[in-house]
């Protein structure tokens, strides 16, 4: 976009922004706004209309919903969002490229904020050792969980690695996904950890997904170092971490804070290099036991924590006061057949952003259904719909870091959207199976 436009661009934003401060409804805003400003004077490059348009704003409306609309894009921009009936003739007519909706939902491109999708092999005799009655806990202590997947992650080759993921990755854009986070922590070498954050970054310059990446070097302790955590610890603050900044190959730093990973001591000295390297955190916490990684990783002014079924309610008010995003995983908590459930209630009361993500994985949540997660999220979590949907857009975004530019949409913002070949938002977590997307516009191109 040539300087001019992005002035142009920038100044009808904020003043968009400023109206819908005013208005009783967002849509007023841009429905009243005058057109020599909508248009910009260029035309329109795609326009989707006559649509049911959940843009996931916070809002009176329901999902931010407007009924019977309209969204335009120019290059990877969104430029004008309205009814249908009020778009500009000139605009629409000689925009090259028109999709009547037909009354389908659209909604913000879908983000998964917490995957493991670089990985080798696969484990499914640990899901048939669970069914015989082992415990997740039982199952990593004699040499299976993560550690089996890090051997069988370092003997892949980059390529190998890259071609199991992309299989898996298609799997999640097909479902309307736009943006991807991707960690590593199944290497546990500087080389390793390094060969699977270089195929995530591959993985997005090739693939028509947003891609970002997330170094989880203190995910395990690797065998060689047994019995030496405080060791391993030092590598990965000394050596892989600095390594893997120097060659940007990840977008924050992550942890796995629990008794079978490491203390909050441990991982507040990762969080002390990330943060002197220029960082940004995520943590798993409370996933098996309550160590207060959570309150840690907030007072370090923390992204997200995720997982948090053993969250203490007494502790979400910490989490409220940093704008940490609480990313719930049901799919890891439906594969280990987990009972104790986060405290809702209290991230509610608190009004805390709750993310859903489906941390997919080898082990205790091998999915790529964004819709599936979304269901388990309301069975499960007793998340609404609404909830359900902003955790995979609004809230996703904001636990990335994003929120300036995707998971809502919004004029300005980049040009994510999902078609849906349902009538209501609610049935995207309504039903389980299948998937009802019609067509993803991707920066602003079709995919």
Aim: aromatic content about 6%.
């Amino acid at each position: 976009m040539a300087p001019t436009e992005t002035i142009i661009l920038s100044v009808y934003t904020c003043i968009y922004k400023c109206d819908l401060i005013a208005s009783e409804y967002p849509i007023k805003a841009v429905k009243n706004f005058p057109h020599h400003m909508t248009a910009f004077e260029h035309p329109w490059h795609s326009v989707w209309h006559h649509a049911q348009i959940a843009t996931l704003t916070e809002s009176r409306a329901a999902y931010g919903l407007v009924h019977d609309a309209a969204i335009a894009t120019r290059e990877d921009r969104i430029v004008w969002i309205g009814a249908s009936d009020t778009m500009p003739a000139d605009l629409f007519d000689s925009c090259p490229d028109k999709r009547d909706c037909e009354g389908h939902l659209v909604t913000p491109g879908l983000i998964d904020c917490h995957t493991h999708l670089v990985y080798g092999g696969n484990r499914a005799h640990e899901f048939e050792m669970r069914l015989n009655g082992a415990s997740y806990e039982e199952i990593a202590r004699s040499g299976g969980g993560i550690l089996s997947t890090v051997f069988a992650t370092r003997a892949a080759s980059r390529d190998e690695l890259y071609q199991s993921a992309l299989s898996r990755v298609q799997e999640f854009l097909n479902e309307g996904i736009t943006t991807i986070e991707i960690k590593s922590g199944y290497g546990l070498t500087t080389p390793d950890e390094a060969k699977m954050l270089s195929v995530a970054r591959q993985l997005g310059a090739e693939q028509p997904v947003d891609v970002v990446t997330s170094f989880l070097g203190a995910h395990a302790l690797p065998p060689e170092f047994e019995g030496r955590s405080d060791e391993y610890i030092e590598l990965v603050c000394n050596e892989m971490l600095p390594a893997i900044a120097a060659e940007n190959l990840a977008d924050a730093v992550d942890a796995f804070c629990e008794g079978i990973g490491f203390s909050p001591a441990q991982v507040e000295r990762v969080f002390e290099k990330a943060e002197q390297l220029g960082l940004p955190i995520k943590l798993h916490a409370e996933q098996l036991s309550d160590l207060k990684g959570s309150v840690m990783a907030a007072n370090h002014g923390a992204l997200s924590v995720d997982h948090l079924e053993f969250l203490a309610a007494g502790d979400v008010p910490r989490l409220a006061d940093a704008g940490t995003v609480a990313v719930l995983l049901p799919g890891a908590f439906y594969c280990l057949r987990e009972t104790k459930l986060p405290p809702i209630e209290s991230l509610r009361e608190q009004r805390v952003p709750i993310a859903i993500a489906s941390d997919s994985n080898p082990g205790s949540s091998p999915v790529a259904s964004p819709t599936l997660m979304m269901n388990m999220a309301c069975t499960l979590f007793r998340l609404t719909p609404e909830e359900a949907l902003a955790g995979y857009t609004r809230n996703a975004a904001r636990a990335l870091g994003l929120q300036n530019e995707i998971g809502t949409l919004e004029v300005g913002k980049r040009a994510h959207m999902v078609l849906w070949d349902v009538k209501s938002p609610a049935e995207l977590s309504y039903r389980i199976g299948g998937n009802a997307c019609l067509a993803v516009l991707y920066r602003g191109q079709h995919r």
